[in-house]
């Protein structure tokens, strides 16, 4: 209970830009077990109802696509803090 996806601004919060090279740029030491790079949806949409934004953890892109792609998901829990 209480569990939602993230707006993309929170998920791209959780990335350090100075990590390039381990395959993930989450940075070193988080709390993340288990996480395989690769890409998270987001719960922004930017208006457009059919698409949502999404994060490559690897590389940090951020994109937009269709929602019927099939991507992971990483909950966060909480209040929905919108995109700020």
């Given at each position: 209970r209480g569990w939602r996806l993230p707006s993309i601004v929170e998920l791209?919060?959780?990335?350090?830009?100075?990590?390039?090279?381990?395959?993930?740029?989450l940075p070193s030491g988080?709390?993340?077990?288990?996480n395989p790079s690769g890409f998270y949806w987001s719960a922004s949409t930017d208006g457009e109802p059919s698409k949502a934004w999404h994060l490559h953890v690897s590389?940090?892109?951020v994109h937009m696509t269709g929602k019927v792609s099939?991507?992971?998901a990483w909950c966060v829990r909480g209040a929905s803090t919108g995109d700020q």
């Open positions: 791209t919060s959780l990335l350090d830009p100075s990590v390039q090279d381990s395959g993930s740029m988080h709390p993340f077990l288990n590389n940090g892109y099939t991507f992971k």
